[in-house]
């Protein structure tokens, strides 16, 4: 069976230092790789998506910036964080929009940048 | 590109009273469509999809969903709430066809007293 697996879960990180998040999936072949931020009241917003190694897709200019080196890894990083980067972070695969595009969402990383 | 569109933020309910979360959602073309849930603490949960025939949609838990395309709706129900439905709900949707990203709504958050 598929699984996702994200971490950390938690992170306090000051400002200006550099940020790694990594997200794997496992039991799936070429999944399409998703990091949504999660702020309250606000839903989910989409950062970046991916439909192949390599292949990234920013949705909002940000300070943040993704990487797929490997089929089923995603890495969310950022060189200077900001305090408004504070937010939960949520990596999700899925495996195409044939098979309804649902996703599959990471138990999440809180980010808090002080 | 589509859009969601929540109504409420916030629903208070006792135990055994009927539920209905309004979604509604704005795009031109066919649609696939999701409720998620999160519960405290917890990850995302698939609670229902819609991706055609049935516009009736019954999920997980007693929940089910109507799409009225006329309407761009696809309200949430459950006759009778539980405590244990305390949660966080969102709606989703995704183009019907070709390659489309997951937009959600900003997300009910369900209490349910006992």
């Known amino acids: 069976s598929q699984t996702i697996h994200q971490w950390p879960a938690t992170l306090v990180q000051p400002v200006g230092s550099p940020l790694s998040l990594e997200c794997t999936v496992e039991g799936t072949s070429n999944p399409n790789l998703y990091w949504y931020r999660q702020a309250a009241g606000r839903g989910l917003q989409l950062l970046f998506y991916s439909v192949g190694i390599g292949q990234i897709s920013s949705e909002v200019p940000q300070n943040l910036s993704a990487s797929r080196p490997q089929d089923r890894q995603f890495i969310l990083s950022s060189k200077k964080l900001l305090l408004s980067d504070s937010g939960f972070y949520l990596c999700a695969w899925s495996v195409g929009v044939r098979e309804g595009g649902g996703y599959t969402f990471g138990s999440g990383t809180r980010l808090t940048v002080v | ?114």
């Open chain 2, 1 to 114: 590109a589509q859009s969601v569109s929540q109504h409420n933020h916030h629903v208070i309910l006792s135990e055994a009273a009927s539920l209905e979360l309004g979604c509604n959602y704005s795009y031109g073309g066919t649609v696939n469509l999701f409720w998620y849930v999160q519960y405290p603490g917890q990850h995302l949960q698939l609670l229902l999809k819609y991706f055609s025939g049935d516009p009736l949609v019954k999920g997980i838990k007693g929940f089910e969903a109507e799409f009225i395309k006329s309407k761009f709706s696809f309200n949430l129900r459950k006759p009778s709430v539980q405590w244990s439905d305390t949660a966080e709900y969102f709606c989703a949707v995704n183009a019907g066809s070709g390659y489309s990203t997951l937009t959600f709504g900003k997300g009910t958050m369900l209490l349910v007293s006992p």
